[in-house]
């Protein structure tokens, strides 16, 4: 089955202890991203990914770090955490169509709380 | 700038009655795609369409129906008989052509309840 997985699906945390979210899948998709919802504000890009080793940042980059080594994984790194990191996060997968994107596919979800 | 404007931000409709979720965009791009994802109560984030820029034809998929209006920056979606399964978190999404990472741009979400 297509799908985009991310672990854990919840996690607690206490402020300054470094956490990985992984995410993968298994589409052989180029694109790959990561998003926050926050009430209020929507979802916001964190970073992005166009292919193996080509990372940038998007609107909310602060605080974060990603790393692309292999085309299926994109993994979310908080160095650091913060309460403000509160938030449910969602990776997601695109082919890259020429000149622009296809709709891209949403992993479930990690719900991340920063105590 | 681009932006995705949901108006609307909770809906409250009774079952089988149909109901019509706005969206504006605003983009300076020419070819641009524009998306409508789904978000019910589990939380997960479902495809539900995707239109480019340059084919403004309306599409039916069931009970779901889109109108896409470039005239007025508009890609408003209708249900059609609603059902208590629709109840859910609605997104509106814009994506630029032709510039290399651009993230889907979302709008606020607008909220649908649909009652038995």
């Known amino acids: 089955e297509a799908q985009v997985t991310q672990n854990p699906r919840y996690l607690i945390t206490v402020t300054g202890k470094k956490l990985t979210v992984t995410c993968s899948q298994n589409?052989?998709?180029?694109?790959m991203s990561w998003y926050r919802q926050d009430p209020g504000l929507g979802l916001r890009q964190i970073y992005y990914s166009m292919n193996v080793e080509v990372t940038d940042k998007g609107d909310v980059p602060e605080g974060y770090k990603v790393s692309r080594k292999e085309k299926r994984n994109f993994p979310l790194i908080l160095e650091s955490p913060s309460p403000n990191q509160t938030s449910l996060y969602f990776c997601a997968s695109s082919p890259i169509l020429q000149g622009g994107f296809y709709e891209q596919y949403f992993g479930p979800g990690t719900r991340l709380t920063v105590t | 700038a681009q932006k995705v404007t949901q108006a609307q931000t909770e809906i409250s409709v009774v079952e089988k009655e149909d109901v019509t979720l706005d969206c504006v965009y605003e983009t300076r791009d020419t070819t641009y795609y524009l998306f409508w994802y789904k978000q019910p109560p589990s939380g997960e984030l479902v495809f539900l369409i995707r239109?480019?820029?340059?084919?403004?034809q309306n599409e039916i998929s069931g009970r779901y129906s889109w109108n896409f209006q470039k005239s007025t920056s508009s890609f408003n979606f209708t249900i059609t008989a609603s059902q208590v399964v629709d109840s859910a978190v609605y997104f509106c999404a814009l994506s630029e052509a032709g510039q290399a990472g651009t993230a889907l741009i979302f709008g606020k979400g607008t909220t649908l309840s649909v009652s038995s």
């Open positions: 589409m052989n998709h180029e694109y």
């Open positions: 239109r480019n820029s340059f084919d403004e």
